[in-house]
C-alpha cells in the first residue's frame, strides 16, 4: 500500500482538507495583535469558527490595531464574531458582515474620548462604519457609513 503513488496523494489530499476545515474552538486563545486577542473575538453564544472566519478576523484586527494604536486609548469589544443562530438571536441583520467574521462592534458612548477619536477618523475607514449611541460598528466589507 505505501508503495502506492495513489495513497500518498490521498492521503495529501485528505490532509488538505482537514487543514482547510480547520476549526478554532470557542475560548481559545491567540494573541492575534499587540492589544487584540482571539478570545475577546469569539461569538458569544460558544459557537467555533471556521478558518475562513478566523482569517477575516485577522484582516479585521489588524486594521482596528492601527486605530488602537493610535488612539492610545483601550479599545472594548462588544461583539466581533458571531453565529448564525447569535446573530439572528440578538437581532442582527440578516447575512451581517459579523457572521463571516469581518465585523466589530466597539464600545465607544457618546462624550467619550474614544468616540471622538473614532469619528475624526471615520473618512480614512475603507469599510463600513455605523455610528450608534453605544459606540462604532466597524467592518472590512464595502465602504459605507451611516448613523443609527
Ligand atoms: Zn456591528
Redesign the pocket.
Known amino acids: 500500500m505505501f508503495k502506492n503513488p495513489i495513497f500518498w496523494v490521498f492521503l495529501l489530499i485528505i490532509t488538505w482538507l482537514c487543514m482547510k476545515n480547520k476549526i478554532y474552538k470557542n475560548g481559545q486563545t491567540l494573541q492575534l495583535t499587540e492589544n487584540f486577542n482571539l478570545s475577546e473575538l469569539h461569538s458569544k453564544d460558544g459557537s467555533d469558527m471556521s478558518a475562513e472566519v478566523f482569517e477575516n478576523l485577522v484582516k479585521l484586527i489588524t486594521k482596528v490595531q492601527k486605530l488602537r494604536t493610535e488612539s492610545g486609548l483601550p479599545f472594548k469589544v462588544n461583539?466581533a464574531y458571531r453565529s448564525e443562530a447569535h446573530n439572528k438571536k440578538v437581532g442582527g441583520a440578516k447575512n451581517?458582515l459579523?457572521t463571516k467574521g469581518m465585523?466589530?462592534?466597539i464600545s465607544a458612548p457618546i462624550g467619550t474620548e474614544l468616540r471622538e477619536f473614532l469619528l475624526a477618523k471615520r473618512e480614512n475607514w475603507k469599510g463600513g462604519f455605523?455610528l450608534y449611541s453605544w459606540g462604532v460598528?466597524l467592518?472590512i466589507g464595502p465602504e459605507r457609513n451611516w448613523n443609527a
Do not use: E, Q, T, V
Open positions: 461583539s451581517s459579523h465585523a466589530i462592534d455605523g460598528h467592518d
